[in-house]
């Protein structure tokens, strides 16, 4: 599977971004797909997943500003980010968990929110 990330940028806060992950490859065997990110001198952290069937989930601090989404016709998933803050500062990593437990990760897509 070929993870490829696109829509990162600057952007001050308050504003908003839309990123775009595109697979390719054995996507049929995509499980579950996510956003991650990881800070400055952080630990690299989930941002928010969506199942094959739908079911999201989000970390708190997203909630509500963030919303997750795939279209199966286009093999992309989405992460639509509002009302950025500057904590939201990241590299952001796009995941896809195989049904046998690998996985694979894009390459990353910086986000910069200004105050």
């Known amino acids: 599977v070929q993870l490829v990330e696109s829509g990162g940028g600057l952007v001050q806060a308050g504003g908003s971004l839309r990123l775009s992950c595109a697979a390719s490859?054995?996507?049929?065997?995509?499980?579950?797909m996510g956003w991650y990110r990881q800070g400055l001198g952080k630990q690299r952290e989930l941002v928010a997943s969506?199942?094959?069937?739908?079911?999201?989930n989000y970390t708190d601090s997203v909630k509500g500003r963030f919303t997750i989404s795939r279209d199966d016709t286009k093999n992309t998933m989405y992460l639509q980010m509002n009302s950025l803050k500057p904590e939201d500062t990241a590299v952001y990593y796009c995941?896809?968990?195989?049904?046998?437990?690998?996985?694979?990760w894009g390459q990353g897509t910086q986000v910069t929110v200004s105050s």
């Open positions: 490859g054995s996507i049929f065997s995509i499980k579950s």
């Open positions: 995941n896809a968990a195989m049904v046998d437990v690998s996985e694979y």
């Open positions: 969506i199942t094959s069937v739908g079911s999201t």
